[in-house]
């Protein structure tokens, strides 16, 4: 069983930047594909980012697009968020989670769509 823990979130101003990380165990790494999901308190789950278990395509939520970027480290088996131009509307805890299929944005942006997550790591932006 894949189990994953996020690290990297933190309070930082407007502007900023932070990288999180998001480390597996269990069984293989390589085949799993992974995203990022964030949830504000009184919102529901929203999708951020996903990238393929080779790291050759990645999907973003538009509110992020061109500020964040996903990346993967096989031989570590660690997926990496780097998050720049922080707004504070981008507070929230953010998730890592495990898909064992691929599909479409439309399908890749729902939380069901995949079948192990973290425990969540809080980021907060101060205007």
């Known amino acids: 069983q894949v189990q994953v823990v996020e690290s990297g979130g933190g309070l930082v101003q407007a502007g900023g930047s932070l990288r999180l990380s998001c480390t597996a165990s269990?069984?293989?790494?390589?085949?799993?594909?992974m995203g990022w999901f964030r949830q504000a308190p009184g919102k529901e789950r929203e999708f951020v980012t996903v990238i393929t278990w080779s790291g050759g395509t990645t999907y973003y939520a538009d509110s992020v697009k061109g500020r964040f970027t996903i990346s993967r480290d096989n031989t570590k088996n660690t997926v990496y968020l780097q998050m720049n131009s922080l707004k504070p509307e981008d507070t929230a805890m953010y998730y890592c989670a495990v898909s064992f299929r691929w599909g479409t944005l439309a399908t890749m942006s729902t939380p069901v769509q995949y079948d192990i997550w973290g425990q969540g790591t809080q980021v907060t932006v101060s205007s």
């Open positions: 269990g069984r293989p790494f390589s085949g799993r594909h």
